[in-house]
């Protein structure tokens, strides 16, 4: 698109107030943290800097690495999970059945529920003693399957996924379903027509064409799990003995309850560059086309 | 171009002043001294409404010339809350705060007025011991309220009595033979809600340790003169993963929080609840026959300390704003002289809660807060997460659960601490 001197003018100042905002409220904190992650802090007293020490203390914590772990494990339960089942679902839906619009809207419900619902609601199916999954075990005699989920450091984390999991199933499905219904009638035709089966029209014809969409699924996925807290906050906060800890979490800890301003920066800084750079891998390995 | 250049900057000019604008309204022109006061009374209990009606009343009477107004943030968040806005210097001119060492940081960042020009009101009247939860360097912060005891042994007296115990044990043996007995029958011997990880830490060992160490342990600890390796100190933690092991807990207890637990108890499932004086209300509340329902001491574990004690910290302080002077300074202290008054140590102990001057009590009041009254008097050994640093109460609050499921041994934890105590004070 060809832009005069005025329409070019016009365009600034449009975007002007949301450039505003957006560095204020974004970009400045970002800068922000940075420059706290080179100082000792409480949040009352006055900063002390101290060069890199927070970055070197923070490599040697046994307890963030191991929520950076469990932060990887939730990456990969929701990459594996969320992505393969949502898409399932949309390509069943995505076909003339009856009550199409109530599937979707089942589909789509967790993603509206608020997160702390969702959470307290779980904690209660999970509970050892008398939750609906170890009711449902005893009634059937499968006692011995019947865990302490929760409370559990072999289960726990386990557990937290597959409600992440069921959380945001339905914002994927929507999305997918959104981008099958793009793809042109003709080209299911003309594949119908050359004599394709089901299976072969949906690998080498309807996943190449939404391929776009799925890596935008996938980039989303990921960065929406690094930033996981709210649901494991009020689930576990963490517990029992850190088995569920996440980044986000084990920052907010230490900033907030163990007062350390400074160090808590030094965390977000890592999780900024852990995230660029992961979504960075993701791109490229996943950037070539289909086939 | 020359245009839009002033357009940026009236634009600029426009948003910087919008940021700026949300400082107070002097209230120089008008003769009513405004004050804010920061709380966490959302919950619908008796002492807030007492705390609430006491402030109204002294709005009435101070028609004119003073009003007080009351803003109040749900308690999981206060604390946050009351550190972020303290780190932005942003705070109100007063609020609630706790004790100890939760008031450290806030002391060390200069943001509390000291009380001690207006301390003869109290001069007499609250005990110093109790007082001193508050006072930092000798300087005044805040005036208690109430004394939260935080280890009292709830439990249902019927139940007690069908395993064999008419009272309730007086020795950590004869406790450990109630739970095995309470077992047995297939009742769940104590209701525990740590998912929040503080009630292990805070109810229990506050109190288990004291009785192993006695009270100067803490304190000397923390200077660098004894340390967290001490045998008495691991015997402590050891006594949290016997009662794991013996499983003295319901189930479920690492996962539900411990307003939870205390609905397992008051519906009779579980025998026993160990909780500090802040459950007495809900327990009176929530509870069908009041009389069966007994309130002790921890039991002696055969340490070095006072049996007789019982771990607590003054409760409900309000704090002032170090930025606060000449009318509203005047004004605020007025206003705590006036809150921390008679009125309202009658009032909270008509709320079954335990307050640090001396009360009349008639009959009305129910039997198990008289006895949890009582047991104030012993003396009152310091409480874990109001003495600790913030990072030593994280460290024990994980590492007591850690320990309940095995994942950690009392020795490691008392290791870990020791080497968190030495380094902390670098």
């Known amino acids: ?291 | 171009m020359k245009k839009l250049g002033v357009l940026v900057l009236g634009l600029l000019l426009l948003f910087l002043t919008a940021c700026g604008g949300g400082e107070e309204k002097t209230s120089g022109d008008s003769k009513v001294t405004e004050l804010t006061v920061w709380n966490d009374w959302t919950e619908n209990r008796p002492e807030y409404k007492v705390y609430k009606d006491i402030i109204a009343k002294f709005n009435e009477e101070n028609k004119g010339s003073i009003h007080v107004k009351i803003e109040s943030i749900p308690h999981d968040q206060y604390e946050t809350k009351l550190r972020t806005q303290a780190a932005g210097k942003q705070l109100p001119d007063m609020f609630r705060v706790w004790p100890g060492a939760r008031i450290q940081p806030l002391v060390e960042g200069k943001v509390l007025l000291p009380l001690n020009d207006i301390l003869d009101t109290w001069e007499g009247k609250i005990p110093e011991g109790i007082l001193k939860d508050y006072a930092v360097d000798g300087k005044q912060y805040a005036i208690p309220a109430n004394i939260s005891e935080t280890s009292l042994i709830y439990y249902h007296k019927d139940v007690l009595a069908k395993a064999g115990f008419e009272e309730f044990p007086k020795t950590y043996d004869e406790l450990k033979d109630l739970i095995k007995a309470l077992n047995d029958q297939k009742v769940t011997p104590i209701a525990l809600g740590n998912k929040a990880i503080w009630p292990l830490q805070s109810v229990y060992i506050s109190t288990i340790a004291d009785r192993f160490t006695g009270s100067e342990f803490l304190p000397s600890t923390l200077s660098g003169k004894g340390s967290f390796t001490d045998e008495n100190f691991v015997k402590a933690l050891t006594v949290v993963e016997e009662l794991a092991k013996l499983k003295a807990f319901n189930e479920d207890f690492n996962t539900i929080d411990e307003a939870q637990s205390r609905t397992l108890f008051n519906s009779g499932e579980a025998a026993m609840h160990f909780a500090g004086s802040w459950a007495i209300g809900p327990i009176l509340e929530g509870v069908e026959n009041i009389d069966n329902i007994g309130v002790a001491p921890f039991p002696s574990f055969g340490g070095e300390g006072d049996t007789a004690k019982i771990s607590g910290a003054a409760g409900g302080g309000i704090a002032l704003n170090a930025e606060l002077s000449g009318k509203k300074k005047e004004a605020a202290f007025k206003f705590l002289q006036f809150f921390y008054g008679d009125e309202l140590y009658q009032g909270l102990a008509k709320s079954n809660i335990v307050v640090p001057v001396q009360v009349e009590m008639d009959d009305s009041i129910p039997e198990i807060y008289k006895t949890a009254n009582g047991f104030a008097q012993g003396g009152l050994a310091p409480v874990y997460d109001a003495t600790l640093t913030p990072e030593l109460t994280d460290m024990i609050n994980n590492g007591l659960q850690s320990i309940t499921i095995g994942e950690k041994t009392p020795k490691e934890l008392a290791d870990e601490m020791q080497k968190e105590n030495e380094q902390g004070k670098k």
């Open chain 1, 1 to 291: 698109m060809q832009l005069t001197g005025k329409s070019k003018a016009a365009l600034i100042i449009g975007l002007l107030p949301a450039f505003l905002i957006y560095t204020v409220f974004a970009i400045y904190p970002i800068i922000q943290s940075f420059y706290y992650s080179f100082m000792e802090w409480d949040g009352f007293s006055e900063m002390e800097f101290i060069g890199l020490q927070n970055f070197e203390n923070l490599f040697q914590d046994p307890l963030f690495w191991n929520s950076v772990g469990n932060n990887i494990f939730v990456v990969i339960a929701s990459v594996f999970g969320q992505i393969p089942i949502a898409l399932f679902i949309a390509l069943l839906l995505n076909r003339k059945i009856k009550g199409l619009k109530i599937f979707r809207t089942i589909g789509f419900l967790p993603v509206v529920l608020s997160t702390v619902v969702i959470s307290l609601t779980w904690s209660l199916i999970y509970n050892t003693k008398d939750g609906m999954i170890n009711e449902i075990l005893r009634a059937v005699g499968l006692d011995f399957l019947a865990q302490n989920w929760l409370g559990d450091t072999k289960w726990s984390m386990v557990a937290v996924c597959i409600t992440v999991i069921w959380q945001f199933v339905g914002l994927y499905l929507i999305i997918f379903l959104a981008a099958l219904q793009n793809i042109p009638e003709e080209v299911m035709e003309a594949a119908k027509m050359d004599g394709a089966s089901e299976w072969v029209t949906t690998w080498k014809i309807t996943i190449p064409m939404i391929w776009d969409t799925i890596i935008v699924a996938i980039i989303l996925c990921i960065s929406g799990s690094l930033r996981t807290f709210d649901l494991i906050y009020v689930m576990t906060h963490g517990g029992p003995s850190h088995s569920t800890d996440v980044m986000a979490l084990y920052m907010f800890n230490e900033t907030f309850s163990n007062l350390q301003y400074g160090y808590g920066s030094a965390i977000s800084v890592f999780i900024f560059f852990f995230s660029l750079i992961l979504i960075g891998i993701v791109k490229k390995v996943l950037g070539q086309k289909f086939i």
